[in-house]
C-alpha cells in the first residue's frame, strides 16, 4: 500500500474511534474469493467497548429502516472486485472454524460507519485501485456483515456479503432462481459449484487395524472429497461431476501402521549424514546413546543375530493364492498382512542382511554398531554357519560377509567410515525392497521409481541423498493408501491408476526427507472416480459454494453463495439481535447461509 493512500485513510479515519486497521484479509473473507491480490486493506474495531463515533457526519435513521438502492451509490451497492481475488486452500472450506484465533478479536463498525469510510475513500482517494473490505455488526435488515470498495482503470466495483440464516438445502434449492440468491439473471451467466465433504468423523473401525486410540489419533487428520459441477444446483447431481480427495496428515505419527518404516528412513538418513561428516572431514554428529558398546551388551545383540542366521525363515501370515491382485479389491487383510511382513523383517524375499541391519540399527549408536559387526566377523571367519545360503542379494554387507566366509579376505577391524557406509547401503536396500513388495503384491507398478536407483558410496553421495529422498516420497505415497483404503473395499477400482496419480502428488509435494522430517505435516490432491466414492460420502456437506458471474463491455457481476454446517464468522462479528433460527418445519440438516453480491460498472478513465 502506497504512503499517499495510507496518509489518506489516516485522515478518514480520524473521525471514527477504536478503528483498526490491517493490509491483509482475514481468512473469512478469503473464503469467498479466488485469487490473492497484491494489496488489500481491512478495517475493524479493536474492542467490543470501543464505539466508532463519527465527527461532521449528519444523524442517519435507524439502520433496520435505511434502503439503498442506485448501481452507482458507492456508499452502500454491492460491488465486484474485478481482476483481484485471493488464493486460499480449499481445506479452509471444511474445517469446524473458518477463522483464526487472532481473528477473534475482530469488531465490527456499524453499516453507516462503513459506508461512510468507503465513500470518502472512493471520493477523496485519488488512486483507490486498492480493495477496502470493512467488517459490518449486521443490524441492517440484509444482515450485512462486510462492505467493500474501490476503483480500478476505470471501473467502479462495489461489494458487500449478507447472512441469509439457517436454511434446509430443500429451500435454497427452491430459492435458486431467485434474485436474492443468484445475484446474475443474465443469459451469459456462469455457475460454477464446489462442495466438501469432510470424511474425518467417518467410521474409521473400517480402516486398517485402528485401535480405539488410534481412532482417536486420527481425529485431527483432514479428510476431504471435494465435488465440482457447473449448473445452479445445491445437490449433487449424478453425472457430469469432478471429484477430488484430499487428505491431510502428519507423517511420523506413532499409531501409524507404518511408522517402524518411517523411523528406519529416518535412521538411515542419520547415518548418512554422519557418514557426510566423516568424509568431509568435519566435526562427527553423535547419534543418542541408548545402549553403551560394553562386552555383554554385544555378546547379546551378536548372539540375536546368530540366532536370526540359524534359523529357518519366518512369513508373518500368507497371501490369497491364485488370485491376480492386479484385478482384485483392496481388501483390509491383504494388506494388514503385507504390513505385518515388512515390519516384522519376513516378507518372503528377505535377505539375512536385511535381518542383520534391523537388529545393529537398534544400538543406534555408531561406535556400538561398529564393535558389534567386527565382533560377528571374527564369528563368522570359521565358515560354519548358515550365512552363506541366505545371502540372496548384492550389497556391500553380504559382499564382506561373503569373503570372510570365503576366506578371501583378511579380517581387519572395520573402522567407523566403513560401517556407515555398510548401514546407509544396507539400509538403503531394505527399504527399497520393502516399499517394492508391498506395492507390487497390491498390483501396482512402481517401476518407474525403483528403476535403476541404487546407491554406492563410493561412486557418489549425492545420488544417495537423491535415491532417499525417493524412498520419502514412496513412504508418503503408501501412508497416503493406508488412510484411503477404505475407498475400494467394497468395489473394482484401477488401484494402479490411482497409486500413480498418488506416486506424483506425491514427488510434487515431497521435495526432500529433511523437509519432511522438519515439518511433517503433508496435504495430498489427488483426482478419484466419482463413482468410486459417491456411496462413501456422508449424508450431508460441511461447505459449499457456489459461484455466479456474467460480464459485457458495460457491466459485469459475480455472486457467491456460501453454505456452511458451521458459522463462517468469528462469534464478535456475529452478534446482531434476532438472528435467524433454523426453520423446525424442516426434518433436515440446516445450514448458515452467506451471500457475496458484487457489481463492477464502467465510469471511464479519469
Not at 481425529?219 to 471435494?226: A, Y
Not at 469432478?242 to 528406519?264: N, P, R
Not at 550365512?387 to 553380504?398: T, V
Not at 433454523?582 to 440446516?590: L, R
Request: charged share 25%.
Amino acid at each position: 500500500m502506497s504512503g499517499f493512500i495510507s496518509i489518506k485513510l489516516n485522515d478518514i479515519l480520524a473521525d471514527f474511534v477504536g478503528v483498526q486497521l490491517q493490509k491483509s484479509l482475514p481468512s473469512y473473507i478469503q473464503i469467498f474469493l479466488s485469487k490473492a491480490p497484491e494489496d488489500a486493506i481491512f478495517i475493524y474495531k479493536g474492542s467490543v467497548m470501543q464505539q466508532a463515533e463519527v465527527g461532521n457526519i449528519p444523524d442517519l435513521e435507524r439502520e433496520e429502516n435505511i434502503e439503498f438502492s442506485g448501481e452507482l451509490d458507492v456508499t452502500g451497492s454491492p460491488l465486484q472486485f474485478s481482476n483481484y481475488s485471493v488464493n486460499v486452500d480449499d481445506s479452509v472450506l471444511c474445517v469446524k472454524k473458518f477463522w483464526l484465533d487472532d481473528e477473534e478479536k475482530h469488531y465490527p463498525l456499524s453499516l453507516n460507519s462503513a459506508r461512510s469510510i468507503i465513500s470518502r475513500y472512493l471520493l477523496k482517494v485519488e488512486n483507490c485501485n486498492i480493495p477496502l473490505w470493512i467488517a459490518c455488526d449486521g443490524t441492517d435488515k440484509s444482515r450485512t456483515l462486510l462492505l467493500c470498495g474501490f476503483k480500478e482503470e476505470g471501473w467502479c466495483s462495489r461489494c458487500l456479503v449478507q447472512y441469509h440464516g439457517l436454511s434446509p438445502l430443500t429451500r435454497v434449492d427452491e430459492e435458486l432462481n431467485d434474485t436474492t440468491l443468484l445475484f446474475s439473471n443474465k443469459k451469459q451467466r456462469k455457475v460454477n459449484v464446489q462442495c466438501i465433504f469432510d470424511l474425518c468423523d467417518y467410521n474409521f473401525e473400517k480402516t486398517f487395524e485402528l485401535t480405539q486410540n488410534e481412532v482417536s489419533s486420527r481425529n485431527g487428520q483432514k479428510m476431504l472429497v471435494k465435488l465440482e459441477w457447473h449448473g445452479a444446483s445445491v445437490k449433487v447431481p449424478t453425472n457430469g461431476v469432478s471429484s477430488v480427495l484430499t487428505v491431510g496428515f502428519k507423517i511420523g505419527d506413532k499409531s501409524s501402521a507404518i511408522f517402524s518404516l518411517w523411523s528406519q528412513l529416518n535412521s538411515l538418513s542419520k547415518y548418512y549424514e554422519i557418514l557426510c561428516s566423516l568424509i568431509n572431514d568435519k566435526q562427527s554428529i553423535v547419534l543418542p546413546r541408548k545402549c553403551s558398546a560394553d562386552e555383554i551388551l554385544l555378546e547379546n545383540v551378536t548372539k540375536k543375530i546368530l540366532a536370526l542366521i540359524n534359523s529357518p525363515d519366518d512369513v508373518v501370515g500368507s497371501l490369497p493364492q491364485g488370485s491376480d491382485l492386479s484385478h482384485e479389491k483392496l481388501r483390509e487383510n491383504i494388506l494388514s498382512i503385507l504390513i505385518k511382513q515388512v515390519n516384522g523383517c519376513m516378507r518372503p524375499d528377505c535377505d539375512i542382511t536385511d535381518k542383520i541391519w534391523l537388529v545393529l540399527n537398534e544400538l543406534i549408536d555408531v561406535e556400538s554398531i561398529t564393535a558389534c559387526l567386527n565382533n560377528l566377523l571374527s564369528i563368522l571367519e570359521d565358515g560354519k554357519s548358515k550365512l552363506q545360503a541366505s545371502l540372496r542379494k548384492k550389497s556391500l554387507l553380504s559382499n564382506i560377509i561373503s569373503s570372510v566366509l570365503n576366506g578371501n579376505l583378511a579380517l581387519n577391524n572395520i573402522s567407523m567410515e566403513k560401517t556407515l557406509e555398510v548401514m546407509v547401503e544396507s539400509g538403503f536396500e531394505k527399504l527399497k525392497y520393502d516399499y517394492d513388495y508391498v506395492f507390487k503384491k497390491l498390483g501396482v507398478n512402481c517401476s518407474n521409481y525403483f528403476k535403476n536407483i541404487s546407491i554406492s558410496v563410493a561412486k557418489s553421495l549425492d545420488a544417495v541423498e537423491h535415491n532417499i529422498n525417493i524412498l520419502a516420497q514412496i513412504h508418503v505415497a503408501l501412508d497416503f493408501i493406508l488412510r484411503v483404503q477404505y475407498f475400494f473395499d467394497s468395489r473394482e477400482h484401477d488401484l494402479n491408476a490411482f497409486a500413480q496419480a498418488i506416486f506424483k502428488e506425491s514427488c510434487k509435494t515431497v521435495t526432500s526427507l529433511k523437509n519432511l522430517q522438519c515439518n511433517p505435516h503433508v496435504s495430498l490432491e489427488v483426482p478419484v472416480e466419482f463413482e468410486c466414492v459417491v456411496d462413501q460420502l456422508p449424508s450431508y456437506f460441511s461447505s459449499l459454494k457456489m459461484e455466479t458471474s456474467s460480464i459485457n463491455e458495460e457491466d459485469c457481476d459475480y455472486s457467491v453463495l456460501f453454505l456452511s454446517s458451521q458459522s463462517l464468522f468469528p462469534p464478535a462479528l456475529m452478534q446482531f439481535e434476532g438472528e435467524k433460527e433454523a426453520d423446525a418445519t424442516y426434518m433436515e440438516q440446516q445450514y448458515h447461509v452467506y451471500k457475496l453480491s458484487s457489481y463492477c460498472d464502467y465510469i471511464g478513465k479519469q
